[in-house]
């Protein structure tokens, strides 16, 4: 089993579940001609991102990692007229690419993007006590991934849901030789959410077009 079995399966999925969306592919050319990294979600896993938040209902969603808002759109698009997302980006650019997306797909008025560092955007959220999110989605620099869980903790309602992206790796995860920043991330993150104090959670490892990979996702307890 390869990549190319893996990534052709993705665009059958693709075809066959999720067809022509002009504005996703539109976001997906505009982050290109940007120069932002090919590194959002497939569109299979926006789908996911989409249907857990119709069946979980939520309407108050933040995100940590915008690049250029394509997992933001996804999820916008499944918001009811009143939902909203907080959503965080570091990289001035990738924010202007994400706001100028918004308004392209026509959900920029659902969404309140906060540039800078996102302890210090999350810390500065905490400090407007905000009403509780009911999805947290974790997507930005790996090795803050125990703080990002923390303050979803935090900031999220009890039964609220925790998605955490990339946390297989490739499988690099695995054996305690490796310490790149980005692996033992990704292992804080299954240490942290597998608090079962704090969390009912569990991680799932994905193949497709963005390769060999996993997401954790949980409820906060
Ligand atoms: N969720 C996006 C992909 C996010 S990629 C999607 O699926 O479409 C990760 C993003 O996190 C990048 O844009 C990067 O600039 C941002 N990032 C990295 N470190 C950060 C930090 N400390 N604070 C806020 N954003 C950060
Ligand atoms: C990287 C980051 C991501 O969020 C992702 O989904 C894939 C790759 C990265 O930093 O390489
Ligand atoms: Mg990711």
Redesign the pocket.
Known sequence: MSQKIWTDADALIEHQMIGDDPVMTSIVAA?KAAG??A???SPA??RLLEVLVRTSGAKRIL????????????MARALPEDGRIV?????PL??ATAKANFERAGVAGKIDLRL??????LEALAAENPAPFDMI?I???KP?NQPYIDYAHRLGRKGGLVIC?NVIRNGDIVGASNSDPNVTGARDALATMGQRNRFVATAIQTVGSKGYDGFAIGVIA
């Open positions: 982050n932002l990294p590194i959002d979600v896993q926006g995100e940590i990692g915008t690049l250029g808002g394509y997992s933001t759109v996804w959503t965080m980006e570091m990289e990738h924010a800078g560092a996102a302890i210090a955007s989605f997507d930005a620099d803050n992206d």
